[in-house]
């Protein structure tokens, strides 16, 4: 085999021991992030602690309500 093949033959070993596998692991990478979503139980749970917030916001606001009539300047001691 002439010098020169051998040189042709070169930039593409180069890709297939470097370039490719890479390539390879980066496009299975992607895939897998792409199927990551929420499962049902999952979508349940964001609910439902969702659902918990806004009612401790209910009472925080309740609370501030009746801290303001029985001591009006209690955010001051804070």
Do not use: G, H
Not at 61 to 73: A, G, R, W
Request: glycine share 0%.
């Amino acid at each position: 085999m002439p010098w020169y093949a051998i040189v042709a033959l070169v930039p593409m070993i180069i890709s297939m021991l470097i370039i490719a596998p890479l390539w390879l692991i980066l496009s299975y990478k992607s895939k897998k992030q792409s199927n990551q979503s929420l499962t049902e139980e999952e979508f349940y749970q964001i609910q439902q602690l969702a659902t918990k917030a806004e009612k401790l916001a209910d009472r925080v606001q309740t609370l501030e309500k009746l801290l303001d009539v029985e001591s009006p300047n209690w955010q001051e001691k804070i």
